[in-house]
């Protein structure tokens, strides 16, 4: 019998209200079980909305430094069971083993960042243009924050939401993908067991259609952190409007490595294949566009679809893998999708570009690793989000086309240049309109303690990681302190 899993509302783990459930099964192999998860009801979230507010009015008052020694007891037990939770997180979504101990890892990161923040949270303060008067600033908790998160980091996405919200010291009702509840749950349970109390954190299993959108909607929610597609962000923000909630957007990208004529062609081929394969192309930084120098275009292709060709897609568990799973079967398809649309479009496919589903393959959603060239940058496969192990190939004759190529799309995440030559360096750090600039690195490899986010349609604003996500976290009190013992009146009394 597969194991029943939970919510877990106001302290206690409980079934949903529809007593229904889903199967999460192993996208490597789909004869593996995970588990059954509640799909749960807008009552469901309503009592765990309620639940979260009530627990407000304590855990505001806790001192942050003693909210963050949780966190940094989350932070002890994450590093503990590293590798076990890795193992259920490449059972669970797929990719290989380095990736999800990785995965944690920026739990772990992000943990004992928010354990030390607990001591910092600095406010600003000034003096006051009146005598005898004192200023100050700091930050408040803003209230109930609504948490709602992707499947391609099961484990880090929620912490760079969960942990900085608690430490702030609001409560939280998290939703996390319908793919990846296992690694949710376990962080839950893992907050718990480090002390969070009692409504503090809620989890509500279930679609984004019924949970999430009872989330967005509800009243009592002060704030929503969202990571997820364009298209949902968009739904959440005009829906998250009608309340005036604080909305944070983390959304899709189209991120593109520029490699110029004197790069180091070594380099930068390892990282182009990290950066277009590794998770299987399903990270919001994947390198899903190569701009090439005309002049080294050709060799350049040529050592990738070498190097391509030989990476060994299969589970992720076994050491040996190079690349896992698509995350599920309607995940393939819109991959398989965008691959006949590239080639109607008039790309080569010049490596992969096929579903592989037998032998070991049969039992999982495994996709070829596939390259593009002759793509022009007004084609769909080199515009929009495939979210998967494809890569568009587009040449052009200098860095000035470049950059203009690598802004030509309405994402604006992550980006990247190999070059030696450090004028041309600065100039993309410049012009390249993105949120992060690798140089001579691939587009992925974000680190806990920078601030992480992009301009355009990737987001509205916010930046998670380091100490930018805490103002969003975080409300501005302000307050005049007159020990002058008689009524001073700023702006009138200091001329
Ligand atoms: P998705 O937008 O389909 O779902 C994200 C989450 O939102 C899930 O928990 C889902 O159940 C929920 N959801 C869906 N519809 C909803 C609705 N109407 N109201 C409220 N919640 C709803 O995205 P996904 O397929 O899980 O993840 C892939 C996407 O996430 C890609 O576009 C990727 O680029 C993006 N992503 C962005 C970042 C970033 O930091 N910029 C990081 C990782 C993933």
Request: with cysteine; aromatic share 8%.
């Amino acid at each position: 019998m597969p194991k029943k899993y939970q919510n877990y509302i106001n302290g206690k783990w409980v079934d949903s209200s529809s007593g229904e459930l889903y199967e999460n099964r192993n996208p490597a192999d789909n004869e593996d079980l995970i588990g059954e998860f509640p799909k749960s009801t807008a009552r469901d979230v309503e009592a765990a909305i309620n639940a979260a507010k009530q627990a407000f009015d304590s855990w505001r008052l806790v001192p942050a430094p003693k909210r963050g020694e949780i966190l940094k007891k989350v932070g002890d037990i994450l590093t503990e069971r590293k590798e076990t939770i890795a193992r259920e997180m490449t059972r669970e979504m797929g990719k290989v083993l380095a990736e999800t101990r990785g995965d944690v890892q920026e739990g772990i990161d992000t943990a004992y960042y928010a354990a030390s923040e607990g001591r910092r949270l600095f406010g600003y303060n000034a003096p006051s243009e009146l005598p005898n008067k004192m200023n100050l600033s700091f930050r408040m908790p803003v209230g109930v924050a609504g948490v709602i998160t992707p499947w391609n980091f099961p484990m880090a996405i929620p912490t760079w939401k969960i942990f900085p919200a608690l430490v702030c010291g609001n409560t939280v009702v998290f939703k996390p993908a319908t793919d990846t509840p296992k690694t949710a749950t376990t962080l839950v349970e893992i907050l718990i067991e480090a002390g969070i109390p009692e409504g503090v954190i809620n989890l509500v299993h279930g679609s984004g259609r019924v949970v999430g959108n009872a989330i967005v909607s509800s009243p009592d929610i002060d704030l929503i952190s969202f990571t997820g597609s364009t298209e949902v962000g968009i739904d959440i923000s005009e829906k998250a409007s009608k309340t005036l909630k604080r909305v944070s957007l983390e959304l899709g990208g189209k991120n593109a490595v520029i490699i110029m004529d004197d790069a180091n062609l070594e380099l930068a081929l390892e990282g182009v294949l990290w950066g277009a394969f590794g998770t299987t192309g399903q990270r919001c930084t994947a390198t899903s566009r190569l701009i090439l120098h005309e002049k080294i275009h050709d060799i350049f292709v040529k050592l990738l679809v070498d190097k391509a060709t030989k990476l060994n897609v299969g589970n992720g568990l076994d050491p040996t893998t190079d690349m896992g799973p698509c995350i599920n079967s309607a995940q393939r398809d819109v991959v398989d999708s965008y691959v006949k649309i590239g080639l109607e479009e008039g790309a080569k496919l010049v490596c992969g570009g096929e579903k592989l589903t037998t032998g070991r393959h049969s039992k999982g959603w495994f996709y070829s690793p596939t390259i593009f060239t002759n793509v022009t940058p007004e084609m769909r496969i080199a515009r929009e989000e495939i979210f998967g192990p494809v890569l568009s190939v587009i040449k052009v004759k200098d860095l000035d086309e470049a950059i203009k190529v690598q802004n030509n799309t309405t994402y604006g995440l992550s980006s990247s240049i190999y070059t030696n030559n450090i004028n041309d360096a600065f100039k993309a750090i410049r012009d390249i309109k993105a949120g992060i600039t690798y140089v001579n690195g691939p587009t992925i490899g974000a680190e806990a303690h920078m601030p992480f986010g992009g301009v355009k349609q990737t987001g509205n604003g916010h930046r998670e990681g380091g100490w930018t996500v805490y103002d969003f976290f975080t409300e501005w009190k302000t307050v005049y302190i007159d020990f002058s013992g008689k009524l001073q009146k700023a702006q009138i009394d200091n001329n």
